[in-house]
Structures are given as C-alpha cells and as structure tokens.
C-alpha cells in the first residue's frame, strides 16, 4: 500500500516538473526569437542601486 502510494507522488511530482520545463522551454524559444515582448514577472528583476535609490532592471540586462 505505501509503494502504490510513493509510487503515485512519484509520477505526479515527474508530471509537474515535465509541464514546468515544456513552459519553461517555449518561453525561452519566444525570447531567443524576440517575440516575448512583456518584461516578465516581478521575481525576474534585480534592484540595482542608482544614485542612492533603488531602480528595478531585468536579470538579462545585468548578466553578461
């Protein structure tokens, strides 16, 4: 009964990381296409100090 059980988390804890990487994967093919045109959620930024206050940049600006 225990294994069906960890056996059934199993696969859905497979299922959601396959549905989060397909997502994860068209996402960057429309941003490697320049088609993804929003600047992306609140948690893709970075504050970055200017002139003693904080601004908000995207993660891509700042990584090289």
């Given amino acids: 009964m225990l294994c069906a059980f960890v056996g059934a988390l199993g696969g859905a804890a497979f299922l959601g990381t396959a549905i989060f990487i397909e997502g994860d ?3 960057a093919q429309l941003h490697v296409q320049g088609l993804l045109h929003e600047a992306g959620p609140e948690d893709d930024r970075i504050v970055v100090p200017q002139r003693g206050r904080s ?3 995207p993660v891509s600006s700042v990584l090289i």
């Fill in 25 to 27: 994967r068209r996402w």
């Fill in 55 to 57: 601004t908000r940049v």
